[in-house]
């Protein structure tokens, strides 16, 4: 019983990097999300997914781009970082009114 | 716009005591509110929602929450704390009279509990 799961847990960039975090959930849910945590800033959203296919921006989008080509996948990538995108990052999907699921979190540094 | 409020960065209190962490909200519509609690190093865990009906909701772990409309206030509460509730705390709300968002969540800034012994 999986749930939310994200890959990697941890990374290390250096400035002008690229890559991709990958979420993966196994309980069906059509809206999918990915927030950043930042210090005495709560959770804020990046982008969001009402369905495979269809991606949204969120409260803070830029520098950052995604994908719903599976309905059970929810892809972020930074095509070139900088040190503001250091943070924790956090997938969550839900259906419905129902409370949205969290996975454990991508830690991630750049230099 | 929907909007959260938790006004107090941290909550101190002593094993055995009442807890309560504070949640104020706005919403053009119905709020729908929940809370959430994470542990070092771990996503967010849900506690408890409150959707429609009751205003006293019970939750996980013995915690349980006060929705006031005319206070627009959705506050944490448990009877007795424990040492191993210490952690963060987050309040959410959306509204829901806004349809096609993706029943997107607005989240607080997040209240640090604190029990000691």
């Known amino acids: 019983n999986a749930g939310v799961t994200q890959t990697p847990k941890f990374r290390v960039l250096k400035t002008g990097q690229s890559m991709t975090l990958l979420c993966a959930q196994d309980?069906?849910?059509?809206?999918m999300y990915w927030y950043r945590q930042d210090p005495g800033m709560g959770l804020r959203l990046i982008h969001y997914s009402v369905g495979e296919g269809t991606t949204a921006k969120g409260e803070v989008p830029d520098g950052y781009n995604v994908s719903r080509l599976k309905k059970q996948n929810f892809l972020l990538g930074l095509e070139s970082a900088a040190p503001s995108q250091t943070s924790v990052y956090f997938c969550?999907?839900?259906?419905?009114?129902?409370?949205?699921?969290f996975g454990d979190g991508t830690r991630l540094s750049i230099l | 716009a929907q909007s959260v409020a938790q006004p107090e960065d941290q909550v101190n209190v002593a094993e055995g005591n009442p807890l309560t962490v504070k949640c104020t909200y706005s919403?053009?519509?119905?709020?729908?509110l929940f809370w959430y609690v994470q542990y070092p190093n771990r996503g967010l865990q849900f506690l408890l929602k409150y959707i429609t009906g009751d205003n006293l909701v019970k939750g996980s772990y013995g915690f349980e929450a006060e929705f006031n409309k005319s206070q627009t206030s959705f506050h944490l509460k448990k009877p007795s704390a424990l040492v191993s509730d210490s952690a963060l705390y987050f309040c959410?709300?959306?509204?829901?009279?806004?349809?096609?968002?993706?029943?997107?969540?607005?989240f607080g800034t997040g209240t640090q509990l604190k029990v000691e012994l």
């Open positions: 969550a999907s839900t259906r419905g009114n129902q409370p949205q699921h």
């Open positions: 959410a709300v959306r509204d829901e009279g806004v349809t096609g968002g993706g029943n997107k969540l607005t």
């Open positions: 309980m069906n849910h059509e809206y």
């Open positions: 919403v053009s519509g119905n709020p729908y």
